[in-house]
């Protein structure tokens, strides 16, 4: 039985976090044994129940900063002691910790990266030399979930090859027209049915756009009056954006609605997603909105041009509010579309974007390593 470990800096909420364990049990289910290890307690976690039903193992590698060498020591003697065939490590801190631990315990890693842009909220300049030089000398392979993400980084990666592993998700069901009524009802009283309703999702960050969204969607109140927006997540900047909010007049029109455990009973009741980020890579949140029937606006960013066409929604380029707003107003002018493309959003997910084939691809990968094909070229290569 091959034995795997799928390293990352939290169990909190987020995209990496959410595919890593939706991974891991697709390849349980696959006869691969999987244990996730955290660098910071799981305490609290979004994704207990779904660990728990999955049969996980979790192990939690606690540290007084990036440099603590006794969790170094720790880590590599503990990986060593497992004998896994390979080590994927998620997010700077695990892509380091794990190539220098995997590097020395004689496992091959495969360092992950996720996005085509850099944060500068987060971005320090010695964590990502040191990551630079990881993963050129110590990974065997660096796996990528856009082809966006993949030529941005191809500079910095030397002769690491590079496999790209664009995201995958589940079709959801479909609710009633009861219970979408119901939804509506919650966040936006009894006149809801009558109200379009677009919706956002993803954590509140400068990257992700949403001042823009909200400067976008006031204009757009002014053609729609009834218009809602429902804004799903959680972040720092929270408290600016609500400001943002009560500064425009908006108090009436825009639900922030913090971090939910219902992002799809969300999807499913609203009638536009919107996508405002300044970069991206592969963008989870609009394969879940495709998959949930929704037309999707979206900026002209990372691989949202491979999976955004005329047939499922509108692309716009990244930081023009206005621009954005006339997408907003071109979509909610013409609701007898929305199914149709919907309908294609959700068939495109289906089809490309789909779990067993993007688990297919893992286990290839995988396989082609633990076999000996260390830094060769393996199904869904990218050189």
């Known amino acids: 039985m091959m034995r795997v470990a799928q390293m990352i800096d939290n169990l909190e909420w ?3 976090q959410k595919m890593l364990v939706q991974l891991s049990g697709k390849l349980s289910e696959r006869g691969i044994q999987v244990t996730l290890v955290s660098l910071y307690p799981p305490d609290g976690s979004p994704f207990r129940q779904q660990i728990l039903d999955a049969g996980l193992r979790v192990e939690t590698f606690a540290g007084a900063g990036l440099f603590d060498l006794a969790r170094l020591s720790r880590l590599e003697g503990w990986l060593r002691a ?3 065939d390979l080590l994927q490590t998620y997010l700077t801190y695990a892509n380091i910790l794990g190539a220098l631990a995997g590097r020395l315990a004689g496992i091959p890693v495969v360092a992950s ?6 944060d500068p909220q987060h971005y320090h300049p010695l964590r990502y030399n040191l990551e630079s030089w990881l993963l050129r000398h110590a990974a065997e392979r660096v796996l990528v979930n856009g082809y966006s993400i993949a030529e941005a980084h191809r500079p910095r990666l030397g002769g690491t090859p590079i496999n790209v592993i664009p995201n995958a998700i589940s079709l959801p069901g479909r609710l009633t027209a009861q219970e979408r009524a119901q939804v509506r009802q919650e966040w936006m009283g009894t006149d809801s049915l009558h109200r379009p309703v677009l919706i956002s999702v993803g954590r509140l960050v400068a990257p992700k756009g949403y001042s823009d969204l909200i400067q976008a969607f006031e204009t757009v109140t002014h053609s729609f009056p009834q218009a809602c927006l ?3 997540g959680g972040g720092d900047l929270l408290p600016d954006l ?3 909010v009560h500064s425009l007049g908006l ?4 639900r922030l609605t913090g971090p939910r455990q219902d992002v799809p009973r969300l999807l499913a009741a609203a009638d536009v997603y919107v996508n405002a980020s300044h970069w991206e890579g592969m963008s989870v949140a609009i394969l879940e909105a495709l998959a949930a029937g929704l037309p999707v606006i979206a900026t002209r960013v990372g691989d949202a041009g ?6 499922t929604g509108r692309l716009v380029p990244p930081q023009h509010p206005d621009l954005l707003a006339e997408a907003m107003l071109e979509l909610l002018r013409q609701p007898q579309r929305w199914d149709e493309m919907g309908a294609a ?8 974007y789909n779990l067993e084939k993007w688990t297919d691809c893992f286990v290839d990968l995988y396989r082609g390593l633990a076999n000996g094909g260390h830094r060769a070229v393996v199904p869904g290569g990218l050189q």
């Open 14 to 16: 987020g995209g990496a």
């Open 82 to 84: 497992e004998k896994f």
């Open 113 to 118: 990266l996720r996005s085509a842009g850099l």
């Open 230 to 232: 429902w804004i799903v």
């Open 242 to 244: 609500q400001a943002q």
């Open 251 to 254: 108090e009436e029109h825009v």
């Open 306 to 311: 491979r999976i955004i066409t005329p047939l």
């Open 345 to 352: 959003g959700r068939e495109l997910v289906g089809r490309e």
